[in-house]
């Protein structure tokens, strides 16, 4: 096990919690792309997502370097700095927005729109990052402890699909659920899922590229030994 503090650890965890920082505020805004379509009942456009999935999938991206680089404990650490600083950002949001603006200051209602606190956005994002993210770990951790160094592909691909089922449908039902449409909240549900597992698909020459370099400069790790 290497220990956090050495070689890239908080460089990697610095960038896991700024792009989970960003997407959580762009995620406030709801995106549709194309015309109106539905087939048997069912609304396949527009598509619908929000303005976190630019980003967000990022986040699985370097989750996967974690645990793979660094195993279940060096995981774990940045997942709980990453869910602390996201608490933190909610409570600034607000006691920023509750606090009485300048006489002349004319944008509270921007910033209540954009950044106000919103109970339901705030934990259905913290509870879908947390089970994702945990079980995006523990997924990678335990196919590593039968595959060792081999089979990356199948480690990252099998953890994103389980992690991201679970944050993607945790989210949207905790989020939008009652608010928007069975059938819009489905296509939000499906699109987002599929989006982000075909982004880490995309993605991963990068990732293995990303991996490789932190292992090597790494002092502490041994490629023959589980990283957990």
Known sequence: ?????????????????????????????????????????????????DGGAFLFPLTYVIGDVLAEVYGMRGARRAIVIGFAMSALASVTFLVVGAAPPAADWPNQDAFEAVLGFVPRIVVASLAGYLAGQFLNAWVLVRMKRRTREGSLWARLLGSTVVGELADTVLFCVIAFGGIVS?????????????????????????????????????????????AA
């Not at 896991?16 to 549709?32: G, R, T, Y």
Request: overall charge neutral; hydrophobic content about 50%.
């Open 1 to 49: 096990m290497i220990r956090p503090g050495r070689g890239n650890f908080d460089v990697v965890v610095a960038s896991f919690v700024a792009f989970l920082l960003i997407s959580n505020v762009a995620a406030v805004k709801l995106i549709e792309f194309g015309p109106d379509l539905t087939v048997l009942g069912f609304p396949v456009l527009p598509i619908v997502t």
């Open 182 to 226: 069975g059938g819009t909240l489905l296509n939000y549900i499906v699109v987002g899922y599929v989006y982000k597992v075909l982004v880490e698909v995309v993605l991963l020459p990068v990732t293995y590229r990303v991996i490789a370099f932190v292992k090597r400069h790494e002092p502490d790790y041994v490629p023959e030994r589980d």
